[in-house]
């Protein structure tokens, strides 16, 4: 009997020896085996140098890979309206094997502590950091990454960028399906030679799940902040920002269509100089066309429209305490359904004459009034008021329905067309006191 413990004892402490290296060899196997996926997966994306140096206990790695945007842009059918460099990451890591990596009672196959440095090919951009991840046993991939604070300057013409750092957790499950990126922004500035955009105590938490299908995904983001700052050169009067800002934006594609969700909040803000109390707005878009949206960002007109057939887009609502009053509304634009044999690329003019809107606004007599001050609006809010088109309420405010159907636009019930006819018949003059009160 003690024979048979005596053995068995030493079975389990040879198994005990022996696993670190196993899982050393395990490892090595792996990361070569992700890494000719990842290259085969990814275009535009090129691994350069693999190394893997295995002990007993613990293994060092070193990858360094290339991602070539401009290739990748031109496989997935965006313009390329630009020079868009290429950029490496090295990602030089220390792993300590299994199966105790993790502790109790949180076993892990390994433990690996990386560095890693992102820049572009010719040396301008650099973007360095560490991570603490943990790899489980059946899979998947839990990190902490900390970036590093990073000061950038771009050409003259686009200015630079400016982070304080940040601290992120990162998860991915064993199918490499689903990602979901968590983390604080303590700030940031991005500067242009238009004016800068900048983020004060950001909170960022991302979802990406990928369907085993091609061209299927999901994403949900949501960014808090305590402020965020927007300042333009053409409007140097006053900035643009909101205080407690949330945003919530999810979206889906489904092959050529894309479906998204957008709700945002703002405690108060700042708009040209004027500061007001609040803001809220839903967006909802469902069937907007990826090829139109590809043609727009690369500067190029499209022959499809923005939504497909049996799109839908909806404001639902918009509120925001202005400085000059209450704003409140709703738009909803509806595509006609696909007829029979048709393509979205065909006679996209089509889909556009057949499109329904419908809006309804209550906009405030100061927010009118400061409309009519502008050169470019003066002759139409003039004309407006003049025919008893916009006519205020007894709370100073002024109501808009707008309806577009089979080709004809309304305005509170007037057509476009007999308003248009006022608006160039009318003496062009400039208004008094043309500006921003």
Do not use: C, K
């Amino acid at each position: 009997m003690m024979l048979r413990l005596v053995a068995l004892a030493s079975l389990v402490a040879l198994a005990v020896l022996a696993a670190p290296a196993a899982v050393g060899l395990l490892l090595e196997h792996q990361l070569g085996r992700e890494l000719v996926r990842l290259e085969a997966r990814q275009p535009g994306l090129t691994v350069s140098r693999a190394e893997f140096r295995r002990g007993w206990w613990q293994s060092e790695s070193r990858q360094v890979l290339v991602f070539d945007n401009a290739r990748r842009i031109a496989h997935d059918g965006w313009p390329a309206a630009w020079s868009v460099p290429r950029f490496e990451l090295e990602v030089v890591s220390r792993h300590r094997h299994g199966p105790l990596a993790g502790g109790v009672p949180r076993p892990a196959l390994a433990q690996v502590e990386s560095q890693f440095t992102l820049g572009d090919l010719a040396g301008s951009t650099r973007i360095s950091g560490a991570a603490r991840s943990r790899l489980a046993w059946l899979g998947g991939i839990e990190s902490r990454v900390i970036v590093q604070p990073l000061a950038l300057d771009f050409t003259e013409a686009y200015g630079g960028l400016d982070l304080f750092g940040g601290e992120f957790t990162l998860m991915i499950d064993r199918e490499f399906q689903t990602w979901v990126l968590e983390g604080r922004l303590p700030g940031g500035e991005l500067r242009s030679a238009e004016g800068s955009l900048a983020l004060d105590d950001g909170r960022l938490a991302l979802r990406v799940h990928r369907e085993g299908r091609a061209g299927h995904w999901q994403a949900a983001l949501r960014l808090d902040t305590a402020r965020l700052r927007a300042w333009s050169r053409r409007a140097p009067r006053g900035q643009t920002f909101g205080r407690n800002l949330t945003l919530e934006l999810a979206a889906a594609r489904v092959e050529d269509r894309l479906t998204l969700a957008a709700t945002a909040g703002a405690a108060s803000l700042s708009l040209l100089g004027r500061e007001s109390r609040g803001l809220s707005a839903r967006l909802g878009a469902d069937g907007l066309s990826l090829a139109a949206l590809q043609a727009l960002a690369g500067g190029e007109p499209s022959a499809q429209p923005l939504l497909t057939a049996d799109g839908r887009l909806t404001l639902d609502p918009l509120r925001a305490e202005l400085h000059y009053g209450q704003l409140d509304g709703t738009l909803t634009l509806e595509m006609p359904p696909r007829s029979r044999g048709a393509t979205d690329s065909d006679h996209p003019q089509a889909w556009l004459d057949g499109a329904s809107l419908y809006s309804r606004w209550h906009l405030p007599a100061g927010l009118v009034d400061l409309a009519q001050r502008q050169t470019a609006l003066a002759a139409s809010v003039r004309a407006l008021r003049e025919q008893q088109v916009l006519v205020p309420t007894d709370d100073d405010s002024y109501p808009v329905e707008a309806r577009y159907r089979d080709g004809l636009l309304s305005i509170n019930g007037v057509d476009l067309q007999r308003l248009m006819g006022a608006v160039t018949a009318a003496p062009a003059s400039r208004p008094d006191n043309a500006g921003v009160p």
